[in-house]
Every structure is written in C-alpha cells, then in structure tokens.
C-alpha cells in the first residue's frame, strides 16, 4: 500500500524485524511504534469545470495492512485508501465532489437489521457527510440521502450525485465521513472517513508550521481478529434481532492515520497536528508522556484569539484540536509517546523520535500572540432557548437506546429554528447509570459557541417543567456533604480558554456519581445562518446515532408580518 501515501524518508532498517508471534487479536502481542506514521496523500482534482474544482471520489472496498505484522485486509475507503485522501480547499473557492459508490452490496461488519435506517433497505448504503462545513442542505449528506452502487437504490431525500462546497468559512480542519442512516458506525469503521482542511489567507499570514510540519492525525480505536480482520461486535442475542447494535466500541488498539501505534520521525522544531478523534464511541483524554505542553491554535470551527498552553487535552469524538509542539529543545533520540489518560495497553497512541536538526530547512515558523478575532455571539439577540433532555428509552425490541427529549428520529420535526436567528441551546444529561458518559453533540450546518455549564440537583429535577420554563436546575447538593441544607446556588460555569471558539460538536458532560444525584448541563449559541432546508443534528458517538440519538434540524425561512 506504499504508493497510496506520502512516507517520509526512511533509513531506519531496525524496525523491519518482523514478529511471528503476533496475534492481532491480542494487543499485548502487538509490537508498538513499528510503522512510520501515513500522512494521507492531498487530493488533486480530476479536472476544472466551469473554473472550479471537480473531484470524483469513489467509495470502494480494498485491502489495508494495519501494522508490519498483520496480513493485509478489507476496508472500505474513499478511493480504496484508509484514512481517504484529503481535500484541501481555499476560503470562498468552491469545489464539486462526485461521491461514487462502489462499495459491494453486503457488509463485511455485523449488520443490524432492525434500527432505523436498516429495515428492508440494502446492507450497503452510502452518504458523505462533510462534518463542520456550513453547506446547502442537498449536498450536506442527510443521512436519509444514501444510495447504494450505481444509484440502484436511494434514500428519501436523495437528490443529487455531485455535492457542492462552498468553503464559505474561515481556515479549519473539517472531516469527510459516512452518515448513512442506521449504518454510519460500521461504515465509519470500516474506514470511511478522510480530512478536509479550508485555507484562508489570513490564517497563511501568520507563518505557523506548515507543510510538511502540518500533520493531520486521524485517532480511531480498533480491534482485530487473530487474521488481521477488524473486529466489531454482533452484539447479544436479542430476540429475534441478530447481529444487534451494541451501546458502545471500545476498541482495544489505537490506529492513527491507517495504523497500529505508528512512530512519527520529527526534527527538532515546531510542528502543527490537527487531531482529529474518530473513534466510534471513545473520547480520549490526550498528553504527552513526558508531560509537556501542547500550544492550542484551534479547534473544530477555526483559530483560538490567541494561543493557549495545555498539558492535557479531552477530545471526544468528532471534535478537531489544532496544536503545536514544540521538539526544538530535544535531541536527537529523544522518544515522546502522544497518550492517552486511560490506564490499558492503548493509552499510548503513537510515538515521536526526536531526529537530528535539519540545516536545509531552519524552522522560521512563529507561534504568534494573536491568531484572529473571533466575534462573540450575544445572548441578548437569542431569540429562543431550546432544552434537551438526555435520557434513556427502550426500543421496540426493549433494548436501551439513549435519547434526545425520548423522541425518535422518526417523530416530526421540533427543532425549526429561523434563518439567520440566533438561539441557545440547552442539553441536560440525566443519565447517571449504568454508567456516566458524555454524549458530543454535533449540529450539522452550523458553528456555534459554548456559553456554559452547570451541575444540578438530579433528585428534584423535573424534566417537563424545564424544557418548558427552564426551572430547576439552579441548585445542587453540596458534593463533599450532601446534606441539601449544605447546598445551593452554583453557577454556570464558563468553558475554559480552550473551548472559547467555533465549536460543531460540544461534550455534554456527564453528573457526578454522588449518589447517582448530580446531572450537568452544557448550553450553547447558535447562529442558523446561510442556508434554510432540512439537517439534522445528533450525538457523535456512532453507536447511539444509529440507534436514535439523531433528530431533524430544519431552518425556516423568516417569515415578516
Ligand atoms: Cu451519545
């Protein structure tokens, strides 16, 4: 699979000592940071039409090798490659994208055949969705727009072949994946996803690392069968239903960019990662081993105002982080394992090796004080508060399913927010069994801003009356001593510096344990701007947007008395 991607010189032969004892379903038998970290390969157009630029990018099944000791594999990739090839595009250039599927008509991952999406339709469905870009609604991949080879077979709202993108939005890393109803988490698994990286010339002003010091990293969690296949589970019997969607994957290895815990060879300089967590459910919580900082620049919708310093970092899936780290002060050797906080085999997720300096290209890159205004939206000219309760339901089979407000993604639509109105968004996660989790929520369309959040007090909490009238969540138990006459107002809290810019997707965060009495909820500002028609708008993890968790998004249009 070389030729598929851009190697940097190697002339290491160390690493080409293959094991024989791997067995890729046990992780611990896994040599780690045997293979140079891919950069996946920009994408040139196939041609200009009319001035612009014309991609045709076929989704195909291929085969992939994971890691030096693996047999190669199937995937499914845009034009066959794992992660797909990056687009990149320039501020306000528009380009068209002629989606192909050529995929086979059945899946070689467990499909459940009895959630939304799946019923009496073919295993196979496809639509790309290009998460964080503000786009018209038919060419924004609404999951219900799939299609299968050939077009054979189309989804509801199908309604055309070549997607337009606008690029109508400041420089960011945005990510091109699978959003097709009921089937987006194996597809996503089965390796559909690539990044999308918008340049403006304000952000190209301001010399950061770039090139090849500018490495997007795609994170995903994986398993494998002892044949290098990947694994993902059937699920537990459940009635009649099997394979049955499971609540959540938690992979047991880390793959950055197509591969097993890859090693990045990197001078001593600075270099800009754009991070990208695509895992299906795990969010991670990132460092570096030895415990230095990364430079925050950006996050999912563009630059920071100014560069922040963080020696950790949560990422949830969906979300984007731009960083720099700064390898000047090492020498050459010098090994620093990017990690996670977990405490198993995977926290490491890659490794860098310190190399000597080279002299052909001094490091004149600058992290500067101020990367950009960004205007701050004004709860004053919200003109409506939307509130979501997250819960849990039972399926019609009475299997868990999380949910938005206990609505289906099938009920009619609540969320018809005017065009170019701006709204607060409120989600309050109640969920505090079986286990505390945060649910990232991403709304298509849009980049919004994080306002705050807050803990309250679950046990007097009355969902109903605060959707309604946003009562009751002012006070919480104290947490060292719940005695309620401890208690009392708390705050909302601010979203720290890292958080203060253009966000697509938000961590909901989850109560505290105490006692099963906590809940927290995240508020949000959103400005529905540049397009009406219908999206939608649901949690990240795949597992429970396939399962529900999704609702319609439709922008209307301002209608004047
Ligand atoms: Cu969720």
Redesign the pocket.
């Known amino acids: 699979m070389k030729e598929n991607y851009e190697l940097p010189e190697e002339n290491d032969f160390t690493k080409e000592t293959h094991c024989t004892d791997v067995n890729p379903s046990l992780p611990g038998t896994i040599p780690k940071f045997v293979d140079v970290l891919p950069i996946p390969k920009v994408l040139s157009p196939d041609r200009l039409e009319n001035g612009y630029a014309y991609y045709e990018i076929e989704m195909k099944a291929a085969m992939h090798k994971f890691h030096r000791d693996f047999d190669e594999t199937l995937i499914y990739g845009y034009n066959g490659l794992y992660p797909g090839p990056t687009i990149e595009a320039i501020k306000c250039e528009t380009i068209y994208v002629k989606w192909v599927n050529n995929l086979p008509s059945k899946h070689f991952l467990p499909v459940d055949k009895s959630i939304h999406g799946a019923i009496d339709n073919p295993e196979v469905r496809s639509v790309v969705h290009l998460h964080g870009a503000n786009v018209a609604p038919d060419s924004d991949g609404h999951p219900d727009a799939w299609f299968t080879r050939d077009y054979d077979c189309k989804g509801p709202k199908f309604c055309r072949k070549v997607y337009e993108y606008p690029n109508d939005q400041q420089a960011t890393t945005l990510w091109y994946h699978d959003h097709s109803l009921g089937t987006t988490r194996l597809n996503v698994y089965a390796g559909l996803a690539g990044f999308y990286i918008i340049h403006d010339f304000q952000e190209l002003s301001l010399n950061l690392p770039k090139d090849k010091y500018d490495i997007p990293l795609i994170i995903q969690d994986k398993s494998f069968k002892e044949d290098s296949s990947l694994a993902y589970p059937s699920g537990p019997p459940n009635g009649p239903v099997f394979p049955s969607i499971v609540r959540a994957f938690i992979g047991d290895t880390m793959v950055v960019n197509g591969k097993v815990w890859p090693y990045l060879k990197v001078e001593p300089r600075k270099y800009r990662f754009r991070i990208l967590n695509a895992s299906n459910t795990n969010g991670y919580v990132m460092k570096l081993s030895n415990g230095d900082p990364f430079i925050q620049i950006g996050t999912d919708g563009g630059l920071l105002t100014k560069p922040v310093t963080l020696t950790s970092f949560p990422l949830d899936p969906a979300e984007r982080i731009d960083v720099i780290i700064d390898f000047s002060k090492y020498k050459s050797g010098d090994k620093i394992i990017l990690n996670t906080e977990e405490n198993d085999l995977k926290s490491d997720v890659m490794e860098f090796i310190v190399t000597d300096p080279c002299y052909k290209s001094k490091d004149t890159s600058v992290i500067p004080k101020i990367l950009r205004p960004i205007d701050k939206l004004d709860k004053e000219m919200a003109v409506k508060t939307r509130r979501f309760v997250?819960g849990q339901d039972l399926d019609f089979y009475k299997r868990v399913m999380?949910s938005l407000n206990h609505r289906m993604f099938s009920d009619p639509a609540t969320e018809k927010p005017e065009y170019d109105s701006i709204e607060i968004w409120e989600f309050a996660n109640t969920l505090t069994s079986p286990v505390l989790?945060a649910?990232?929520i991403h709304l298509h369309l849009v980049q919004f801003q994080i306002l705050n959040r807050q803990l309250f007090d679950l046990t007097t909490f009355k969902p109903d009356e605060w959707i309604e009238k946003g009562t009751g969540i002012d006070y919480y138990p104290d947490i060292i001593n719940p005695d309620p006459s401890e208690g009392g107002p708390v705050p909302p809290e601010k979203p720290d510096e890292a958080q203060r810019a253009w966000k697509d997707t938000v961590r909901v965060e989850p109560g505290t344990v105490l006692n099963g009495t906590i809940g927290s909820v995240t508020r949000i500002i959103v400005h529905f701007d540049n397009h009406t028609g219908e999206y939608v708008w649901h949690?990240?993890?795949l597992e429970?947007?396939d399962h529900d968790?999704m609702r319609p998004l439709i922008v209307v249009k301002k209608y004047f008395d």
Do not use: Q, T, V
């Open positions: 997250i999380l989790a649910h990232p949690c990240h993890i429970h947007e968790m």
